[in-house]
């Protein structure tokens, strides 16, 4: 009872420390590789001289953005491909640690050494034992903080992808056809 007199109370940061301990966030990098070669072939057959625009609408600490940042610049071999990716999650803290761009070696073991050699620095002295995701991909991303729950999403509605992998399966038969039916609009 206090506790939940402390959530309702006005002003109260604690709202977002109760919905960051209740996330689930697992992720990797290139998770079902098979989507990224998808999104591949997609992008490289709708490109017509213009930005794309993709959502990832569960980014946990950034590895399915920065995977999709990768396939778009595997897709035009370009460290800025004409790309931009709009990452979100509820998590907060999630969003900090994914805008840091940066990770343990053993989340990225399952990486090839060319595209983790090309894509990625390692890190040396005090950082040895981590990696950083190349400044030029990190660019290609804008982190936010949205509720798929809440009926305003500040994203474009003419968006070419939408990545929405990791959260859909914590919602229930009803959930998941009422935020399906509010992504179908947003893509071109």
Known sequence: AEYLDRLERK????????????????????CEAHHFDILKRQIRGAWSKRRMTIWCSAASTGEEPYSIAIAAAEAFDTLNPPVQIIASDLDTNCLAEA???VYALDRVERIEAPRLARFFQKGTGSQAGLVRVRPELVRLIEFRRINLLEPNWPVPASLDAIFCRNVMIYFDKPMQYKVLSRFAPLLK
């Open 99 to 101: 805008r840091k761009g």
């Open 11 to 30: 002003g109260s940061n604690e709202w977002e420390s109760f919905v960051n301990a209740l996330t689930t966030n697992l992720t990797s990098f290139f």
